[in-house]
């Protein structure tokens, strides 16, 4: 009798063992390197407190870690966190890793050489930290590597020639940052190779030969370098994708701002083109998650050993207990794996691999790079609508605002926010999130105004640069070009504004040629695109560029919105004086309501006064000198605030037929004083 607890007891060590042991050896292990990953990144604790040692990675515990269907660590999104440390060479204990994320943080530290052990891993990124140091030339060994993202880090020394032994790398970003040297010749071996950004280092020499003859290369930038010598003409074929500036010894034939090349710049460079140098052969290092290895999980010899001896004398009970092993594990099985089906250049695509959670880089939008509004059941396909040159994927988006940070919050509305936001490239945008609770119901209308958004093109329009809709964070997101300056808005009402700048009389004179210019294009329906009205005109929607040139923004966006959410951002306008005052009896705008608004600016922009109300409603309005912004101190042309006057009068007639069109309006603005 007294067996029986021992037997129960024993029972219950090989359940244990056989439920948890092979995982639990693997488990710990990643554990282990997981939390001294952590102790690395984050000292304090405070952004990765999800992460404890009692918890379970491949269950959801760990935020942005996510699990192969083995159970194994795969993925480690954790870009735009915050993360202060630096990256500990624990993280090489995680074998079966495929994408590390740890972008748009400020990370210090050198890279560890460890990290090449990750020979699974497929997509690195450390991009947008504070990493200094040099680039391990032990990053040759990652032969899985895709994409390599060290751009805007402050990393020193040279390019290592060991990277081009990473034969399935398609994107090498390395720029903005203080890389000095040649361009290694031995790159041109990375056949895969679409994207190549060594912009903004200290790189010289000349453009090597076998680079340029990279058979997928799409893009190459090497701007802002001290490059020299004959550049290749196998770039000619890139077109736009090859980018050079601030490369004053290039020389060539076929490429734009580059000088002829002389016979002692052909013959006899100044600095050679950099030859391949010789690889050492690294040493076989076995690898631990290569073929079969990460299929299955290894047992220690002691495990061996105990399920042995116990199956002798209960193997019975071991068949059942392996079967019920088995219908856990697959249990445990998470999601099946994505598929990458992009067809635009991104460099900011996760490679597939199982996931449970929603971490942020592990979705579908973020794999194709588009996440369409329509499940192709009837609707219309932005393929079909769309030119694919504007279209982002969520990540960059996502990156560029990084991750929508309250430091980058430019406005919000009742509908929509606006950030400011760095592309890879270096260009500063803005970003418009609107909800899609706030859009047109009618998939097809939204696409169609989408559409017009994109045909707009003009010097005294905010440009849009692309747009990206995700059905899953349910939000459209509008790419601008940044504009500098602010709004016209914050030029008026200056009586009380020390610190502000006062607009001299020739800008303000620009600034309302720019604005007519613009809002004539709208009405116009030449350059493929509809007549427009814009409705929403004011002086928070003129933007101030660099030059101090106007550039009206929001036109077209009432094609997005829905009916009563349109209707709501007439209180704003109604209440500053912008709205026309026929809207109120024929419920609707036209290109007269338009020319209304125009006006009304036109009186702000000389009185540098946001209420003008009772300059429009009284004809007989004051002296001209009493009109003018007292702030110009009387500087200012007569003949022409007193054309500018008029035009304004006329302008804002309660009469829509006493209006003039803009054209009319451009035709007496271009017209000598």
């Not at 999800?50 to 954790?78: H, M, Q």
């Not at 116990?310 to 207990?321: D, E, N, Y």
């Not at 393929?383 to 990084?402: D, I, K, M, P």
């Not at 000389?606 to 409603?617: A, E």
């Amino acid at each position: 009798m007294e067996s029986i607890p021992l037997l129960r007891g024993f029972s219950l060590l090989l359940l244990s063992l056989l439920l948890l042991g092979p995982r639990a050896v693997q488990g710990n292990a990643e554990l282990r390197a997981l939390m001294e990953v952590k102790a690395a990144l984050d000292k304090e604790g405070r952004i990765l407190a999800s992460w404890t040692s009692d918890g379970d990675p491949c269950r959801g515990d760990f935020e942005g870690v996510a699990c192969n269907e083995y159970g194994k660590v795969a993925n480690i999104s954790l870009q735009g966190k915050g993360l202060s440390g630096f990256i500990s060479p624990a993280v090489a204990e995680l074998r079966c890793l495929s994408g590390l994320y740890l972008h748009y943080n400020a990370l210090r530290g050198e890279i560890p050489r460890e990290i090449s052990n990750l020979t699974e891993l497929s997509e690195l990124y450390l991009n947008n930290n504070n990493l200094p140091g040099r680039i391990p030339v032990e990053l040759g060994k990652m032969e899985s590597l895709q994409v390599l993202q060290l751009c805007y880090n402050q990393l020193t020394g040279g390019i290592p020639p060991q990277l081009g032994l990473l034969k399935k790398l398609t994107v090498l970003a390395l720029q903005c940052n203080h890389l000095n040297g040649a361009i290694p010749a031995t790159l041109g071996d990375l056949t895969q190779l679409t994207r190549l950004d060594l912009s903004f280092n200290h790189l010289f020499g000349s453009i090597p030969v076998k680079l340029a003859q990279v058979p997928q290369l799409v893009v190459f930038d090497v701007r802002n370098n001290s490059l020299s010598g004959n550049v290749p003409s196998d770039l000619k074929r890139l077109n736009g994708g090859f980018q050079y500036g601030n490369n004053t010894e290039l020389c060539g034939v076929g490429f734009t701002s580059l000088k002829v090349c002389s016979s002692d710049d052909v013959l006899n460079p100044s600095k050679p083109e950099p030859f391949g140098q010789e690889i050492p052969q690294s040493a076989n290092i076995t690898a631990h998650c290569n073929g079969s290895h990460c299929s299955k999980s290894s047992k220690s010899s002691a495990v061996k050993v105990v399920i042995g001896i116990v199956a002798l004398a209960f193997g019975g009970l071991v068949i059942s207990l392996l079967a019920f092993a088995l219908y856990r594990r697959r249990k445990q099985k998470i999601g099946s794996a994505l598929e990458v089906s992009d067809s635009r250049l991104s460099t900011d695509q996760p490679k597939d691999f199982y996931r449970k959670s929603a971490s942020p880089l592990i979705s579908l939008e973020y794999s194709n790079g588009w996440d369409s509004l329509v499940d192709g059941r009837g609707g219309v396909g932005l393929s079909q609508e769309v030119s694919q040159s504007f279209r982002f994927n969520l990540e960059e988006v996502e990156c560029a605002t990084q991750y929508f940070s309250d430091v980058n919050l430019l406005g919000k509305s009742n509908f929509a926010a606006s950030f400011k936001g760095l592309l890879r490239d270096g260009t500063v945008v803005a970003v418009k999130s609107i909800n899609k609770t706030s859009c047109k119901t009618e998939e097809a209308d939204f696409l169609k105004g989408l559409k017009i958004l994109t045909l707009l093109r003009h010097e005294n329009l905010v440009g849009l640069r692309g747009f990206c809709c995700s059905r899953g964070r349910g939000e459209c997101f509008l790419v601008y070009d940044f504009v500098t300056n602010g709004s016209l808005s914050q030029y008026l009402d200056m009586k009380d504004n020390v610190n502000g700048r006062v607009l001299d009389w020739p800008t303000r004179v620009s600034i309302v040629k720019g604005i007519a210019k613009g809002i004539e294009y709208l009405h116009s329906n030449r350059s493929n695109k509809p007549a427009l009205v814009h409705q929403n005109i004011s002086a928070e929607k003129v933007l101030i560029d660099h030059n101090f040139a106007p550039r009206l923004s929001g036109s077209g966006l009432h094609k997005l919105l829905a009916d009563d959410v349109v209707f709501s951002t007439l209180k704003a306008s109604a209440a500053m004086g912008y709205l026309a005052p026929e809207y109120t009896t024929v419920g609707r705008f036209t290109e007269k309501s338009d020319v209304y608004a125009f006006g009304v600016l036109v009186f702000q922009i000389l009185t540098g006064k946001s209420n003008v109300s009772h300059l429009r409603l009284n004809s007989e309005y004051a002296k001209l000198e009493n009109l003018i912004d007292e702030n110009l101190d009387g500087n200012y042309s007569k003949p022409e605030a007193s054309k500018l006057a008029g035009i304004a009068l006329v302008c804002t007639s309660e009469t829509p037929s006493q209006r003039p069109t803009m054209e009319a309006v451009l035709q007496q603005l271009s017209v000598g004083y």
